[in-house]
């Protein structure tokens, strides 16, 4: 699994809640993790997986993301 930006503690015990992107299920709100210049990191605002790509779960309007990872959004960190 891939690091989100942590800091400190046991980073496989600590993002084990976060789930490979390939099984993120549709129609749920969901906390996204990203790849861009800056590495890993989540997503501000809940999306939602949904046939024709990913939406902000707010507004509906698709959002233009390739996510590596999903949790369900409001999970937290152990550690957080």
């Not at 990191?41 to 390739?66: I, M, N, Q, S």
Request: with cysteine; charged share 30%.
């Amino acid at each position: 699994m891939r690091e989100i930006k942590a800091e400190g503690g046991d980073r496989a015990q600590r993002f084990a809640m976060w789930q490979t992107i390939l099984n993120a299920p549709f129609f749920h709100s969901l906390e996204l993790a990203v790849l861009d210049d800056d590495g890993m990191h989540a997503l501000v605002f809940p999306c939602r997986r949904a046939v024709d790509g990913w939406k902000d779960a707010t507004t509906g309007y698709l959002v233009d993301v390739e996510p590596t990872h999903w949790r369900l959004w409001g999970e937290q960190d152990e550690d957080a």
